[in-house]
């Protein structure tokens, strides 16, 4: 130990981090001592705020601070279209890309009978109730386009066919995307909904 | 804002350090959050912990909670020998390898006319009281192989010549070194430094 015990113990709980090692906990420790006013405290504070309110926004499933998030409280969200996605994260990147104005609706992960998760564990009874009772006219699958995210893409279906339009993500080459780097599913899908130019 | 004001302030503080971008940070918190009794919590009380107790060593300018850095408190490693490094990270690296049994002291930084950063400025003054008053016999100069390392190690030399045996790391292709993937003045410098096998 070259750095004393809170120091060590600071790197190794950073390095825990997703995106970080050893060596880049190493440095951003030292980024944070060196500072320690304009970044280590308020950070230190930020984070003691946050594990204090963080929850669960009990609607949806976004995180949050308050009784519901910000999406839930917004009326002008309330458009009766439902995008459901697996994760928080698809949420954000959802909403980064500033095209979907409805709300959503979080899973929390997918189907596995591997590893025991079964509806009741993925928020789909409140889905299902959402769309009951929230006026609901159409729900947008935004799951990945694995075989996990596509077997639950295709349970929810199932539950909610007939009461509702189902819809989801169209498959294809990503903006930008470069063939080279696609993997052959998604070369194949794109190719399967080409389109005349 | 998609996360709420403190989970988005969090973001972005977290954006901020080296490694991280705002990608990152997001995964980085959304893990925390996930794992707020785990991860978030402990990391939170560990960085105010840090943020109260961090000192600079005020010998040798390692970073410490206590009056002094334990390299400086350990008796063994009275050797003698005072490895000069640029900054803490520096004193980190030289540490992961093991191989100096000595002390260290902490420039924080190097020379440079352009941003006014003079020996006062980089504990030079201590450097040379430490030399006389802690019965040094080896200055080793491990500072970067750049100019403004390479200038500053000169300086120093000139101001300790002749009370002091002053040395400096080797230079040449690094354990495991590709030379495909190193610049010209390594090869050069190991070129020039070669040895009969
Ligand atoms: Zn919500
Ligand atoms: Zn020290």
């Known amino acids: ?94 909403e980064r890309g500033g095209a979907f104005k409805g709300r959503y609706h979080v899973l929390g992960g997918t189907l596995s009978a591997l590893d025991n998760v079964g509806p009741e564990e993925l928020r789909i009874p409140m889905l299902i109730t959402r769309v009951e009772e929230e006026e609901i006219r159409e729900v947008i699958l935004a799951l990945n386009a694995n075989v996990e995210g596509q077997t639950t893409a295709h349970y929810i279906a199932d539950q909610l066919e007939g009461q509702v339009r189902l819809t989801s993500l169209a498959q294809g080459v990503p903006v930008g995307g470069e063939l080279d780097y696609l993997d052959d599913g998604t070369i194949s899908a794109a190719l399967r909904a080409r389109r005349e130019v």
Chains 1, 2 share one sequence.
Do not use: H, Y
Not at 8 to 15: D, F, G, R, S, T
Not at 81 to 90: F, I
């Open 1 to 94: 130990m070259t750095a004393g015990g809170d120091i060590e113990a600071l790197i190794q709980m950073m390095a825990r981090l997703p995106g970080f090692g050893p060596r880049s906990a190493r440095r951003a420790v030292l980024q944070l001592v060196r500072k320690r006013e304009l970044l280590l405290m308020p950070l230190a504070d930020l984070m003691q705020q946050v594990a204090v309110t963080v929850r669960e926004c009990p609607r949806c499933g976004n995180i949050c601070s308050g009784p519901l998030c910000d999406i839930c409280l917004d009326p002008k969200r309330a458009t009766g279209e439902l995008c459901v996605v697996e994760d928080v994260a698809d949420l954000w990147a959802m």
